[in-house]
């Protein structure tokens, strides 16, 4: 056995990398929970479905908000009818052409209620009583009728709940965007393979897409280094040091509109109690958090939404304030516990770990941490059967309400049993509100309800945190972090 010719063969493996030119291989964290465009919820899902489909918009390579499946669109006066002309040469992957009842044939299915679409709110302002008001005027033409102007309508339009669907059979296969789906391998890969009827196909370079499943961050760093993947869905926040001295070049780590928060359930007998909920969340040291813990650039949160200046130090950790508040909601360290339940990965145990350190340092309170596989986190959440939990949002779309919808009552994402009418008609006001300082004032009392009755404990915003193939062109650090594999490219180095 020759030992110099192999350690040299894999130092070069490491190096250069295997992947073929031909194929992109991407890191996709857990296995994705739905591939159908009304029911999928996670971001490992929505990642595919921008490659399976288009909607009328789309990102770029850059994040930003373009035209897809429509070429342009027309406003009128009073900001209520919009008119979206498709592209003459969209079609399915099948060669059929696209069509505007395309859209509306998907939209009616998506607001009907045994669809049960968790993003079906997104429809309300679409809606008169339980009418759709949207028809399509020529095959090219759609035409859609808001009850209220709404200045964020054409970033939602990105969302897969506003993709279109084939008319002719129910064949996932069949897709209209750049990639139709080609195999899928549960828990293990899902394969997609170019369109050659996509509109943009020229300028498609990859022939194929491959999302593994990485839910281990330590082996997808490990198959990363080994030229497995080209891009990887994050990174292992141990290994933060090793990455930032070793693999600079590779490592991307950007601003990202989300926040990692506890969730709280208030119908729990425990945390129906303010005071417990508010010891909890001033005993947890947000500072020592992201930058001993995390050490990734994450930022502390003292809300839900991202504030366009980062906090530096945390204003929320008081221990004085902390313990006073212990001994009014009458827990009983010595006999009383609190679970905290997280997904099966090793960065949400490590801060899972370290939340329930501060809170025995801190408290004295006991923490019984459960961790499950990620399917089985989202139906446990959904539950009444969990306590304390892990929870955050990323932003579907560049908008506030993208949070702030997440607590009104009747919302499909209120894991937390939060049911406050003032903050209900403070959301409704704002969904009617054109004027830019009122919005701004709504918003401020939104978060300060959420600050006071603490369905959920904000801990920190996140950073996207990506290791890409030094030879992967086309990929550009966004705030949204989409990164169409259409706009993806391997080229050899210079």
Same mark, same amino acid.
């Given at each position: 056995m020759n030992t110099p010719l192999i350690s040299f063969l894999f130092i070069f493996l490491l190096c250069c990398g295997t992947t073929s030119a031909d194929t992109l291989n991407r890191g996709n964290g857990a296995e994705p929970d739905s591939l159908n465009i009304h029911l999928a919820q996670g971001i490992n899902s929505h990642n595919i479905l921008l490659d399976l489909y288009e909607g009328l918009m789309t990102f770029d390579a850059h994040g930003e908000v373009v035209y897809g499946a429509a070429e342009r669109h027309e406003l009128n006066d009073d900001q209520q +009818? %919009? /008119?979206?002309? !498709?592209?003459?040469? =969209?079609? %399915?992957?099948?060669? @059929?052409?696209?069509? =505007?009842?395309?859209?509306?044939? =998907? %939209?009616? +299915? =998506?607001?009907?209620?045994?669809t049960a679409a968790p993003y079906r709110h997104l429809f309300a302002n679409l809606l008169q009583g339980e009418k759709l008001q949207v028809h399509a005027a020529n095959p090219h033409e759609l035409v859609i009728k808001l009850n209220h102007p709404d200045a964020g309508f054409l970033n939602k339009l990105v969302l897969p709940i506003f993709f279109p669907l084939p008319p002719h059979h129910k064949d996932v296969t069949v897709s209209n965007g750049a990639y139709y789906l080609q195999q899928w391998n549960i828990q293990e890969y899902i394969s997609l393979k170019k369109n050659p009827h996509f509109h943009g196909a020229k300028e498609v370079a990859m022939d194929e897409v491959i999302y593994w499943v990485t839910e281990n961050q330590n082996s997808e760093l490990l198959r990363f280094r080994a030229g497995e993947l080209d891009y990887t869905e994050t990174i292992p926040d141990h290994q933060i040091d090793w990455l930032k001295q070793n693999l600079s070049e590779q490592l991307k780590i950007a601003p990202y509109y989300g926040t990692f928060f506890l969730g709280l359930n208030l119908n729990d007998q425990q945390l129906k109690n303010p005071f417990l909920r508010q010891a909890l969340s001033h005993a947890i040291d947000r500072g020592i958090l992201v930058d001993k813990v995390l050490k990734s650039g994450q930022k502390i949160a003292t809300n839900i939404i991202p504030p366009r200046n980062p906090v530096i130090q945390d204003p929320l950790f008081d221990l004085t304030k902390a313990k006073d508040l212990l001994k009014k909601s009458g827990f009983k360290p010595d006999t009383d516990r609190v679970e905290l339940l997280y997904n099966n990965s090793d960065n949400q145990k490590k801060v899972a770990l370290a939340i329930a350190a501060m809170w025995r340092?801190? !408290?004295g309170v006991k923490t019984q941490l459960k961790n499950q596989e990620w399917k089985m986190f989202v139906v446990t959440r959904k539950s009444s059967q969990k306590q304390v939990f892990r929870s955050g949002w990323i932003?579907?779309?560049?908008?506030? !309400?993208?949070?702030?919808?997440?607590?009104?009552?009747?919302?499909?994402f209120n894991?937390?049993?939060?049911?406050?009418?003032?903050y209900n008609q403070t959301i409704m006001e704002l969904y009617n509100q054109s004027d830019s300082g009122q919005s701004k004032q709504l918003i401020e009392k939104a978060q300060s309800i959420l600050? +006071?009755?603490?369905?959920? /404990?904000? /801990?920190?915003?996140?950073? @996207?945190?990506h290791l890409v193939n030094q030879q992967l062109t086309g990929y550009h650090s966004n705030l949204m972090d989409k990164h169409l594999s259409r706009y993806l490219k391997i080229s050899p180095l210079d």
């Open positions: +009818q %919009w /008119i979206f002309y !498709l592209r003459a040469d =969209a079609q %399915w992957s099948d060669g @059929s052409p696209l069509l =505007a009842q395309d859209f509306v044939k =998907a %939209w009616q +299915q =998506a607001i009907e209620p045994k340092q801190n !408290l932003a579907d779309y560049y908008d506030p !309400l993208n949070f702030l919808e997440l607590f009104l009552t009747d919302s499909h894991f937390y049993g939060f049911n406050n009418p003032n600050a +006071q009755e603490l369905p959920v /404990i904000p /801990i920190y915003h996140y950073v @996207s945190r």
